[in-house]
C-alpha cells in the first residue's frame, strides 16, 4: 500500500470509525444531496430565466459539464480504485469506483463557474463545495484523495470554460 492509500485510510478511518457517526451521515446526506444533478438544472433554468448575463453563465457551465463528465467517466472506468472498504457506508454508492469524486467534481465546476459570475458570493459557493466534498466521505463512499481529484477535475474544466468566454 503506497503513502497515499495509508494517508487515505486513515482520514477514513478517523471520520467513520467514532460513536457520533449516524447523526453525522443524516447531516451529510442532505449536504450531499444538494450536489445531485437535478438541483444543478433548476439552478441552470431560473439562470436562465433571468436572461443577460445569467445566460453566458448557464453557456459556460453547461461547456464545463460537457468536458467534465466525459472525463470523469474516464477516469473513473481507467482507473478503477475501488471505494473504501470495511468501513461504515451511510449510502449506496451509484456505481464501484471512487476515483474522482463526481459529487465533489460537479460542485467544484458549479462553484467556479457561479463565482466568476457572482464574487461576492465566491467565499460561500466555495465552501458549499468543500462541505458537498467532505460529505462524500463522511458518507463512506469516498478516500480524501478522491475529493482532491474531482475538485481539480470540476474547477480545472470550470476554468478551461471561462477561459474561452473571455476571449
Same mark, same amino acid.
Given at each position: 500500500?503506497?503513502? $497515499? #492509500? #495509508? ?6 478511518? &478517523? ?8 447523526? #453525522?451521515?443524516? $447531516? ?14 433548476? &439552478? /441552470?433554468? &431560473? ?11 448557464? #453557456? $459556460? ?13 474516464? &477516469? ?22 471512487? %476515483? ?5 467534481? /460537479?460542485?467544484?465546476?458549479? /462553484? ?7 464574487? %461576492? ?9 468543500? %462541505?458537498?466534498? /467532505? ?26 470554460? %471561462? ?5
Amino acid at each position: 500500500m503506497n503513502k $497515499i #492509500q #495509508q494517508w487515505d485510510l486513515r482520514v477514513c478511518r &478517523l471520520c467513520l470509525l467514532h460513536p457520533y457517526n449516524r447523526p #453525522q451521515a443524516r $447531516i451529510s446526506r442532505a449536504i450531499s444531496r444538494t450536489g445531485d444533478g437535478p438541483l444543478y438544472a433548476v &439552478l /441552470a433554468a &431560473l439562470l436562465w430565466w433571468q436572461g443577460g448575463a445569467q445566460r453566458e453563465t448557464v #453557456q $459556460i457551465a453547461v461547456l464545463a459539464f460537457a468536458l467534465e463528465l466525459p472525463l470523469y467517466l474516464l &477516469l473513473k472506468n481507467a482507473l478503477k480504485r475501488q471505494r473504501p472498504v470495511g468501513l461504515p457506508v451511510f449510502i449506496t454508492p451509484s456505481d464501484r469506483y471512487s %476515483l474522482p469524486s463526481g459529487h465533489t467534481a /460537479a460542485a467544484f465546476l458549479m /462553484a467556479t463557474v457561479l463565482a466568476a459570475s457572482f464574487p %461576492l458570493w465566491a467565499p460561500l459557493l466555495f465552501l458549499w463545495a468543500m %462541505l458537498v466534498g /467532505a460529505s462524500r466521505l463522511l458518507l463512506g463512499v469516498h478516500y480524501l484523495s478522491d475529493l482532491v481529484a474531482g475538485a481539480l477535475l470540476g474547477g480545472g474544466c470550470a476554468l478551461w470554460a %471561462l477561459s474561452g468566454s473571455q476571449g
